[in-house]
């Protein structure tokens, strides 16, 4: 069975460091593409990017650039999301989700990390 | 980059009736292969997004039949034959091979 476990909610004060993760299970981790997606308060989703955990390609969205790193760890199975100093507007719930083959979609999500950036 | 275009942006329904939500790409998302790249998502409150539609039209695993998708090129559908409560959320389309995705602004559909 996929499963996609996304570590535990951050409270955290502005120009701190973080990295939240997504671990994978049930599947060959190294052959799929990983996608991170932001949810702000109010807002839509907006895709931050993607890795695919192989050769730890990644692909930024514009908006993401420079802003926050991905990574991945095949030894553990286990995808990250980081911020080298966080800004209160990173306040949001973050979801990895894997893409099937084919460009078939994103079927299987992380539950979500809910980082509150607050002084 | 491929922009996606939503309409309309808020769609309030009656439960049993029937709903459909409009996107538009600024670019052709059919391939020569014959499929259209088009996936369809809802994000429903205090829970991760759902996959519901891939390449325009395939309902994904799990997803009611009430749930159908339709389109090519640059106009696609998707269509609620029965809204029910629980189909509360926004739906969002998404170019499915354009890398790094994007979604288009979000549906949110709301019970009348």
């Known amino acids: 069975e996929v499963q996609m476990e996304q570590s535990g909610a951050e409270v955290k004060a502005p120009g701190e460091s973080l990295r939240i993760s997504c671990k994978a299970s049930g599947y060959n981790f190294a052959n799929y593409w990983i996608g991170w997606v932001r949810h702000m308060p109010g807002k839509g989703l907006e895709w931050i ?57 994103f079927y299987f999500w992380g539950q979500g990390t809910r980082v509150t950036v607050s002084s | 980059d491929v922009v996606m275009t939503q309409s309309p942006r808020t769609l309030p329904v009656t439960p049993g009736e029937p ?28 829970q991760s997004p759902q996959l519901l539609i891939y390449v325009a039209s395939s309902r994904a695993s799990g997803v009611p039949d009430r749930f159908s998708g339709s389109g090519s090129g640059t106009d696609f559908t998707l269509r609620i034959s029965r809204v029910e409560a629980e189909d509360v959320g926004v739906y969002y389309c998404m170019p499915a091979r354009q890398t790094p995705p994007t979604f288009g602004q979000g549906t949110r559909l709301e019970i009348k």
């Open chain 1, 49 to 105: 990017g993607l890795i695919y955990p192989g050769d730890s390609d990644t692909r930024y969205s514009p908006s993401f650039q420079g802003l926050v790193t991905m990574s991945a760890d095949k030894s553990s199975n286990t995808a990250y999301l980081q911020w080298s100093s966080l800004k209160a507007s990173d306040t949001a719930i973050y979801f990895c989700a894997r893409q099937e083959d084919f460009w078939t979609g």
């Open chain 2, 19 to 46: 709903a459909s939500i409009s996107c538009r790409s600024s670019q052709s998302l059919l391939d020569t292969n014959g499929f259209n790249y088009l996936d369809w998502y809802v994000h429903k409150p205090g």
